[in-house]
């Protein structure tokens, strides 16, 4: 599948879910894969919207791209946002918590890092790239 | 699918039927409607998830945000979510703060 660029910012977050439905039935993923990967990538993509571009007061684009073997869809998310290493994160201390006690930060970085079978984060000068692995087999 | 949110209110409970895709984009509509909802004082918030087919974390920073908003006192019950929005909210422990139900009876609730 060819990649596409789309612009920063969060109408264009449609287009890169809707590659990665497309992807994920071109590896014929079932359902419950097909939205946990394009949840994990919507999450990754808000953030780099909403903390790596708009926060950071950083214009610039969204490379997303497939790529395709016998065992497994890879998705590449690259950004020149500012840098944020979601591994890094730890899982959310307080999921059992009542609402009411909740922080609002966090829910998205675990629902995405959760989605996926492997998820891998690598900075390279001012790029940032994101890589959602999912086993087909 | 475009995203809606509408809001319904009774004396006690205010019900908001959302249907369509919430994610970061379409959040801001609910979270508007959260915030009209609580300005009526329910006893209770009745969010319908029947015709939503994709929930990202935004639109649960917006339950915890009704939830803070209206008070610990104020029950929120969803209703009849999708099998894959049901297992982000299980994922992410919110079964144990809000009512899941299949359907909504509202003389049932308040009996």
Avoid: W
Avoid at chain 1, 47 to 63: C, F, P, R, S, T
Avoid at chain 2, 10 to 24: D, Y
Avoid at chain 2, 94 to 104: C, Q, W
């Amino acid at each position: 599948m060819e990649k596409i660029i789309v612009s920063g910012d969060l109408e264009s977050l449609d287009a890169i879910s809707d590659y990665v439905t497309t992807a994920a039935k071109k590896a014929n993923l079932d359902t419950t894969k097909t939205y946990k990967l394009r949840l994990a990538v919507d999450e990754i993509a808000t953030n780099i919207v909403l903390h790596g571009y708009q926060e950071a007061k950083i214009k610039g684009d969204i490379l997303c791209k497939a790529e395709f073997s016998d065992t497994s869809l890879k998705i590449y998310l690259e950004d020149s946002g500012m840098q944020y290493d979601a591994t890094q994160q730890k899982k959310p201390e307080d999921l059992y918590k009542p609402l009411e006690e909740r922080s609002i930060g966090g829910l998205g970085i675990y629902l995405a890092i959760n989605g996926v079978d492997k998820y891998i984060y690598e900075r390279h000068g001012n790029s940032n790239y994101n890589i959602f692995i999912v086993n087909i087999k | 699918m475009e995203f809606n949110a509408i809001l319904e209110t009774t004396k006690n409970t205010a019900k908001i039927i959302l249907s369509g895709e919430l994610k970061a984009s379409t959040a801001p509509v609910f979270k508007s409607e959260v915030e009209k909802a609580a300005a009526t004082n329910p006893e209770r918030l009745v969010v319908i998830m029947k015709d939503l087919s994709y929930m990202a974390s935004a639109g649960l920073r917006v339950l915890i945000f009704a939830k803070q908003k209206m008070g610990a006192n104020v029950d929120i019950y969803i209703i009849a979510p999708q099998e894959m929005v049901m297992d982000t909210i299980k994922k992410t422990g919110f079964h144990h703060s809000v009512k899941i139900m299949d359907e909504y009876d509202n003389d049932k609730v308040e009996a």
